[in-house]
């Protein structure tokens, strides 16, 4: 039997009939690595905006839930036709990257437990987005995420337009069930709008896990690939992030 790339005779697929088109697939005791049957792009990622510079981003300041800790920010103009997005992954000391399609991987440091962000423009339409994620110790596990947010200069103000943390807190390492969890609640989203005030829709979801050698139970992993696509809609968000409502009048901007 033919098996698309990355798959194996081990793969159980996970068909999801939502709105979002989810799809997960799920290696369960498998010998073979997601990221070894792929040919990734290892170019830096092509960023913009006063955070970054000489290679390297300043990560905006948020809480432990990915709040904002920095109020109204002046993020300055996005290029021409584009808008302004945050590419954030987690804590810890493990290898994560996110490649962006068309504009190249950013890659956590091993050496520090600070999240690694990135902060790039996107012109309206779809651009598919991967992380991969690689546990150092297999035994001791691994709690990688993904964090996508949306500025608008109009409204000042950071959307949360994706979100993927497997394992943490009460959760422990990341596993096949905590991944289970986390998709079910991606399905419930509806229209694939995870912040409804924002412009920017998720679609296409899947993912691959590898699981650690000798894992019992609840299947704990040791490599996770997570892909997705960003719709980013041509109009701008008319209300800011966390707003009681996203729907009639226009809301005045910050300061008015």
Known sequence: MNYPPGVNECTIWHMGSTRLGLL???AFGCAHGPATTQTRRETALATAGARCSNGGCTCRRVDDYGRSQEGAA??????????????????????????????GTLQKSTLSPQPACGYIDLAPGKHKV???ATATNPE?????????????EGMQSWYDTFAMRCGGDANGVCSEGHMRQWQ????????GLFDPCGSTRIEGIHWDGQRAPNTVGNAQ???????LT???????????????????????????
């Open 24 to 26: 997960a697939l799920c």
């Open 74 to 103: 002046d993020e300055g103009a996005p290029a021409a036709g584009s808008k302004r997005f945050e590419i954030r992954t987690g804590r810890g000391l493990d290898p994560v990257s996110i490649t962006v399609e068309e504009l």
């Open 130 to 132: 991967r992380l991969h």
């Open 140 to 152: 001791a596990g691994m709690e990688p995420a993904i964090f996508i947010s949306e500025y608008a």
């Open 184 to 191: 079910d609640a991606a399905q419930a989203t509806p229209r």
């Open 221 to 227: 992993l040791a490599g996770l690939d997570v892909e």
């Open 230 to 256: 960003l719709e980013v809609y041509k109009f701008a968000p008319r209300f800011p992030h966390g707003a009681p409502t996203c729907k009639g009048p226009t809301h005045e901007k910050p300061n008015e």
